[in-house]
């Protein structure tokens, strides 16, 4: 599976922006995906997980009640809308899929089998 990521940018405090991941590969309905962020100096965390079958996703705290992640397997796509964006929330992007069976959604990157190339996102203050 190839992933790329798009949609990044930079925004004034509070603004919003909506990040776009396409799957070039087979079975993209079979993977949990993922979206993961590095700021600059930091090690790269997990932002948000979204279950096959699009009904289910998990964010981290920061993230909960401004960023919503959704699916369209029929499209090989996923998405995170960013809402009330935050200086904080600058950071490269990246977004992630992940075969583990047995769960619906994972929060670590050792459980991640394939990473797209990020995408930058800068908030201004």
């Known amino acids: 599976v190839q992933l790329q990521a798009s949609g990044g940018g930079l925004v004034q405090a509070g603004g919003s922006l909506r990040l776009a991941c396409g799957a070039f590969?087979?079975?993209?309905?079979?993977?949990?995906m993922t979206w993961f962020r590095q700021a600059p100096g930091k090690g790269r965390e997990f932002v948000a997980a979204?279950?096959?079958?699009?009904?289910?996703?998990d964010y981290t705290d920061s993230a909960k009640g401004r960023f919503t992640m959704s699916r369209d397997n029929a499209k090989n796509a996923v998405y995170l809308q960013m809402n009330n964006l935050k200086p904080e929330d600058t950071a490269v992007y990246y977004c992630?899929?992940?075969?583990?069976?047995?769960?619906?959604?994972?929060?670590?990157?050792?459980?991640?089998?394939?990473w797209g190339r990020g995408t930058q996102v800068t908030v201004s203050s």
């Open positions: 590969g087979r079975a993209f309905g079979t993977y949990i």
């Open positions: 992630a899929a992940s075969s583990k069976v047995g769960v619906a959604t994972i929060r670590r990157e050792d459980d991640i089998n394939y």
């Open positions: 979204i279950t096959r079958d699009g009904h289910t996703a």
